[in-house]
């Protein structure tokens, strides 16, 4: 019997009894929509959501808005199979099924696409905008590269907002919180003509943080975006336009690091690390923030002809990104340690579709031109302090005391007074890598439906897409002006010919000693010191899809899938010349849809199985064997994937609605052996075995107006770890620190409006159960400190809303 027969049924089994006792629903959206049908363009086409072949979740605006998500960062818990790590705000990595990366850099993508209304988001920095004035979001599972292009090999998330109206509409909101949460949302949508109508909207998230920094007394963990939408819809007899622009600013504090070392330097490894949420906050970088500035206009125009519709579709997106952040989670000068990035991206994007309906075919077929450029300026900050803590520990030598004890030591001998007060100790000392990236990508497709008969369809698309991309490094001589006044001023007084010459140092060692002290320990490669050095890629793919779906009966549907998908390759932002190969990944998939009208009850269930070769990420090894120090090197792995897809939403009556989703997945590596030499074929890639979410909504009638109840719970699974990520640290099974545990959220939500509907009251939790988790970073262990990050505690706010 095969490992997921084994156990799979008790796994069902214990969900579904978890969702019976807790009688709670994944999404509240379906509780929101009514007797509605759940319409989705999954597929390029509005279509019912129970005909649509693929594993989709969605969620509507309305719910996003009731329960308080931000963004996609607190959407994931309740999609099983969704993992999102927003530990920096900036440099999120998004899993879908276990495939993700945790490249940050700008060469390359992620493998599961994120879309605004169609538009891809680009590069890590743009792509968690907070939602302003969305209509749904749709989670498609599995390879989506046929419809969507080269970078969802994984999988897709499209965001769509609301359009204009052609009516006055206008409402706000507030909400006040715990740790002080404020939160404001207005929108005000009107017609200008009979053809023409305007909407705009704002959003401003706010709050204080929810840590206190020991360091400096300030707060951290803190969270800042205001944002700004407008659009224009103009509706002629058949034709129409859409013009739209979108504006964001986000500024935040660094992410807060807790030290698992209690503060201390101390190599001992996971065996001696101690719990971080017992560990006083202490973290002393300068500067320690997060931002974003973004800017992104669209227009979409939709005009049919005599044998179709042609829509187009342009899009200009910009941002620009920075992270600066501690890496040693605490303020000893002997560990000081700090990162940052700063990054601009720009992107234009122009897609041409035509769709119709031929006889017995659906068709869609299109063209696209995508073209990106991108520049980031990456930074480590140390302390000859610490660089003395670094050396040492890779090669026995502290430079910077033994050259300062010998200056001290010569000046006292030789009476020397300036030599006396030489101290090389505590002067900053900066590294930057300069990169900057062009890239290009064409495609075309077609996907066409052919009803074979009135239950049966064949679906054939592919997709033919071709990238190339120009990349170029630049990593200068370290900045370090304090030391090398010190060094300018020993240098002009022959300080080490005379420890040569006093046999305090051979010539040998002097030498060694002199050229430490002007080397970069971190961005060293001497192909790109001086000038940029620049590479050239392209690559070609072809991504083919077939789906055969079979309506059983009226309310009945299966089908079956085989897809493929393609991630285009790219270049390791931190190893000059590193460069990825493309990525590629199969998927089997078999599904069952359907509703059952006596009861109110409709489901979607489906079984997958894929093999992605190829996946290439950029993992921190902890020590490099020739400095000593962390490093980022890119890997590449095949994987596999086997898993089951399972949700249903029931309507019980008229006040109460239930709903329920969960995945198993069983992923392992096929072939990959870890930068640290461990061989993991056959052992767990990381991701849990489990992932569900459950929840309930009601709406009844009460005090002369409509009382409404929200609870929703999300549950991930501890992490399955292997012989790699317990020897660093990364995931402990069964460890008093939880790093890996099995992760819950719980949010609620308790409103009341008024019998006219225009205004209302409410009282929303996030994470209701107060479940703070952590997960490891092992840069700090180059200075002796590795730490964590921490998920933010709960959230209590009032809210009042109102409407015309």
């Keep these: 019997m095969s490992l997921i027969q084994q156990r799979l049924p008790l796994r069902l089994c214990a969900s579904a009894v978890s969702v019976a006792l807790a009688s709670m629903a994944a999404s509240v959206s379906y509780a929101q929509e009514s007797e509605q049908v759940v319409v989705v363009t999954a597929q390029s086409r509005s279509q019912q959501i129970q005909n649509v072949p693929i594993a989709v979740q969605t969620m509507s605006g309305a719910a996003l808005k009731d329960m308080g998500m931000a963004s996609l960062a607190d959407v994931d818990a309740f999609v099983p199979g969704l993992a999102i790590d927003t530990s920096q705000s900036t440099r999120p990595s998004v899993y879908l099924r ?226 600066w952040q501690d890496n040693d989670a605490g303020a000893n000068p002997a560990a000081a340690l700090s990162t940052g990035i700063v990054e601009a991206n720009s992107t234009w994007q122009q897609e041409f579709k035509l769709s119709g ?121 370290r900045t370090a002006p304090g030391l090398d006044a010190t060094l300018a001023a020993l240098n002009a007084g022959n300080f080490f010919n005379s420890l040569v010459a006093a046999k305090l140092l051979t010539a040998t060692q002097a030498a060694t000693l002199k050229a430490v002290t002007t080397s970069n320990i971190q961005f060293t490669n001497p192909g790109s010191s001086k000038a940029a050095f620049n590479a050239d890629k392209s690559w070609n793919n072809f991504s083919p899809r077939v789906v055969l779906d079979h309506h059983l009966s009226a309310d009945h549907m299966g089908y079956l899938s085989w897809s493929k998908g393609y991630q285009s390759g790219g270049f390791d932002a931190v190893g000059v010349n590193g460069q990825y190969d493309k990525e590629l990944v199969t998927n089997l998939e078999a599904g069952m849809k359907g509703t059952f009208k006596p009861i109110n009850l409709t489901y979607g269930a489906s079984v997958f199985r894929y093999k992605y070769t190829n996946l290439q990420s950029l993992t921190l090894v902890p020590a490099s064997a020739t400095s000593g120090i962390p490093s980022y090197q890119i890997v590449n792995s095949d994987q596999d994937g086997t898993g089951v897809d399972l949700e249903a939403q029931w309507k019980l009556n008229r006040i109460w609605r239930f709903n329920g989703s969960l995945e198993y997945l069983d992923q392992t590596y096929a072939n990959y052996v870890a930068p640290t030499g461990v061989n993991l074929d056959g052992q767990a890639a990381g991701a849990p075995y489990l992932s569900a979410s459950a929840g309930v909504s009601a709406r009844w009638p009460a005090w002369d107006g409509n009382a409404d109840v929200g609870l929703m719970v999300g549950y991930q699974g501890e992490k399955r770890c292997n012989a790699d990520t317990r020897q660093t640290g990364t995931c402990l099974q069964g460890g008093a620190l939880g790093i890996g545990q099995a992760r819950e959220r719980v949010d609620l939500r308790l409103a009341w409006s008024a019998p006219s509907s225009r205004w209302g009251i409410g009282l929303v939790v996030n994470n209701l159960t107060n479940k703070q988790y952590v997960s490891v970073s092992t840069l700090g262990s180059a200075v002796g400190s590795p730490y964590v990050y921490v998920t933010k505690p709960r959230v209590i706010a009032l809210e009042l809303r109102a409407q015309l």
Excluded at 369 to 376: I, L, N, T, V, W
């Design 98 to 323: 276990g495939v993700g990366t945790q490249d940050f850099g700008i060469g390359t993508d992620s493998p599961v696409g994120i879309y605004s209304d169609g538009v891809y988001t680009g590069k890590n920095g743009g792509s968690l905008l907070n939602f302003n004035d969305v209509k749904r979001i749709e989670v498609l599972k599995g390879p989506q590269g046929t419809l969507f292009g080269r970078n969802a090999a994984a999988g897709a998330i499209s965001i769509v907002t609301n359009e204009p109206i052609n009516r006055v509409q206008a409402s706000g909101q507030v909400r006040v919180g715990s740790r002080g949460t404020r939160d404001v949302e207005l929108l005000y949508n009107t017609p200008l003509t009979d053809s023409l109508s305007f909407r705009i909207s704002a959003v401003s998230q706010q709050d204080d943080g929810w840590a206190r920094n020991a360091y400096n007394g300030k707060r951290m963990g803190d969270e800042g975006d205001r944002g700004f939408r407008a659009a224009v819809r103009w509706q002629g007899e058949a034709a129409s336009a859409t013009l739209s622009w979108e504006h964001e600013v986000m500024r935040a504090s660094g992410p807060p690091v807790f030290s698992l070392t209690g503060n201390k330097i101390n190599y001992g490894g996971p065996s001696t690390w101690t719990d971080p949420l017992k560990t006083q906050l202490n973290n002393d970088a300068e500067p320690n923030m997060q931002g974003r500035t973004f800017d992104g206009v669209t227009l979409r125009v939709e005009q049919p002809l005599s044998f179709a519709t042609l829509t187009s579709t342009t899009a200009y997106r910009h941002y620009n990104a920075q992270n």
């Design 357 to 477: 309906e031929t006889g017995k075919l659906n068709w869609i077929t299109g063209v696209s031109a995508y073209r990106e450029r991108a520049a980031s300026e990456q930074s480590v900050t140390a302390t000859t302090t610490s660089l003395d803590t670094i050396i040492k520990r890779s090669a026995g030598l502290a430079p910077y005391s033994t050259l300062t004890a010998l200056a001290q030591g010569l000046g006292k001998a030789t009476g020397n007074t300036a030599l006396q007060g030489v101290n090389l100790l505590g002067q900053s000392w900066s590294e930057f890598m300069h990169d900057k990236g062009e890239y290009r990508a064409y495609a075309v497709y077609g996907d066409a439906i052919w009803h074979v008969s009135d239950k049966t369809n064949l679906t054939l698309g592919g997709r033919y897409t071709h990238d190339q991309k120009s990349f170029s490094w630049y990593n200068p001589s």
